[in-house]
């Protein structure tokens, strides 16, 4: 596998990229709307709403979790996960920051 060149880009556009990332596949998509739905939810449950098997499910928390979206609290043998609310507010930010950036151009100078 190729190096990747991290160095290359501002902390600001990694960090999009790692959310960006973590938000790439379907299953963490509904799991960040189970969350932002419930305010609050133990791991069990996401298996019993999504479908999924644990271990997929604790993968794709991780996932989250690495990223920074969501934090989770032990509490005896279960996990609480909830999203992170800063991490939240500034992925927002970052998306919302990346798409008013664009300009809609005449249709005729479009490729």
Wanted: a positive charge; one cysteine or more.
């Amino acid at each position: 596998m190729g190096v990747t060149k991290t160095d290359l880009f501002t902390d600001q556009q990694n960090e999009f990229a790692r959310m960006a990332k973590a938000l790439a596949h379907p299953a963490r998509v509904a799991i960040i709307q189970h969350l932002l739905k419930a305010s609050q939810c133990i791991n069990g449950h996401l298996v019993d709403k999504l479908g999924l098997a644990q271990a997929t499910i604790s993968q794709h928390l991780k996932e989250l979790k690495d990223a920074g979206l969501v934090q989770g609290t032990i509490e005896g043998v279960s996990v609480n996960y909830c999203i992170h609310p800063e991490n939240w507010k500034k992925a927002g930010k970052l998306f919302v920051g990346l798409f008013e950036q664009y300009k809609e151009i005449p249709k005729s100078d479009c490729c």
